[in-house]
């Protein structure tokens, strides 16, 4: 998919969860992924992998284990790891860094949703 046309472009972004559940765990995630998928115009062979981050008070799921359940990311490199901790760190947050064949004209949004706004205070919702 790469090209003259297209450009290697990293995304990121975050969410939170309201309780460390498999299910909340789930649609936050499912929820974040539509945002990021969404907001850059992303087709399932521009993604080359996502790497996910979740603080120390989420441990039910596997945030990559719902990515990998999207249509046609079979292909995609997913990798969960722990975020650092770090006093007064936002609770059960879940981030992502995507890279992504794009436009190269098309500006990247980084969705920050739910309680993770609070991250980057400069963005609002999905740029």
Do not use: K
Not at 39 to 58: C, K, M, P, Y
Not at 59 to 73: E, K, M, V
Request: proline share 6%.
């Amino acid at each position: 998919m790469s090209g003259p046309s297209l450009r290697l472009q990293a995304l990121r972004g975050a969410t939170t969860v309201e309780a460390n559940t498999a299910a909340a765990i789930a649609a936050a995630v499912d929820e974040l992924m539509e945002a990021l998928v969404q907001s850059n115009g992303l087709e399932a062979g521009q993604v080359i992998s996502a790497v996910f981050s979740v603080t120390a008070d989420l441990d039910a799921l596997f945030p990559a284990s719902i990515a990998r359940r999207r249509q046609g990311w079979d292909a995609v490199a997913l990798l969960d790891c722990q975020q650092m901790a770090v006093a007064g760190d936002l609770p059960r947050c879940i981030r992502v860094l995507v890279q992504a064949w794009m436009e190269p004209d098309r500006p990247p949004q980084h969705p920050y949703l739910r309680e993770a706004l609070r991250l980057r205070p400069d963005r609002s919702g999905h740029n």
